[in-house]
């Protein structure tokens, strides 16, 4: 059963430290998108890369994050530096854009800024 | 870019009732729109879709609807059971391109 995964499933942090989250998708998959999800906003697109290219971060606050694919087998996303405001729950899916687009998420990394 | 908006946020209805959440997306370029179901503390699961092309989709008790002259979709929950108690998203894109979500639905089943 192919499944995205992501770890850490849970972080919690003090404002001001690094966060990286860690992404693997669906093996052939060559879609990859960051997905923020918080009561108030929903799940709000981060990122989102094609091939390992970056297509779109303009959901992304340049000064603090930054989202990455060093090889087809990782994602990654960071926040530095972590404030409270950056809680939440980051979904990392993926999908095959030539099938169609289905976005397989992955559980997700609880992440809590004290 | 798109913009999706979802409606209404809560929705009550008794078990056997039926159930309709709307949503209304803006680039008329859009052609993809999946909705997905997330359980308490679970991931958001693909529950149906419907592209551009169709009307209308039904797998058993759910069913999608697509007007695309109105840029308007909708999902209809027939006979509803409390296993259907969660939160669902609509969603609207180009083929291709990163889904756009609406704010989510809470549906409680009360039997």
């Known amino acids: 059963d192919a499944r995205v995964t992501q770890t850490p499933r849970h972080k919690v942090t003090e404002m001001g430290q690094e966060v990286t989250m860690r992404c693997q998708p669906i093996l052939g998959h060559n879609t990859v998108f960051w997905y923020r999800q918080t009561m108030m906003q929903g799940l709000e697109l981060l990122a989102y890369f094609r091939n390992r290219a970056p297509l779109d971060d303009s959901g992304m606050p340049k000064d603090r994050f930054s989202a990455e694919m060093p090889d087809a087998t990782l994602a990654t996303l960071k926040i530095q530096p972590s404030e409270p405001r950056d809680s939440a729950v980051y979904f990392c899916a993926s999908g095959l854009d030539r099938v169609n687009t289905e976005a397989f998420f992955g559980q997700g990394t609880r992440l809590t800024v004290v | 870019g798109e913009n999706v908006e979802q409606h209404p946020s809560t929705l009550s209805v008794q078990e056997g009732d039926s159930a309709v959440i709307k949503c209304t997306y803006s680039?008329?370029?859009?052609?993809?729109f999946p909705w997905y179901k997330q359980e308490l503390g679970k991931r958001p699961q693909l529950i149906i879709d419907i592209r551009s092309n169709v009307g209308e989709k039904k797998d058993q008790r759910i069913a999608v609807t697509l007007n695309k002259t109105a840029k308007h979709f909708s999902l209809h929950i027939t006979e509803t059971q409390p296993e259907d108690s969660a939160v669902y998203f609509c969603?609207?894109?180009?083929?291709?391109?990163?889904?756009?979500f609406g704010k989510g639905t809470t549906l409680s089943v009360s039997s």
């Open positions: 680039d008329s370029a859009s052609n993809y």
């Open positions: 969603a609207a894109s180009i083929v291709g391109t990163a889904l756009i």
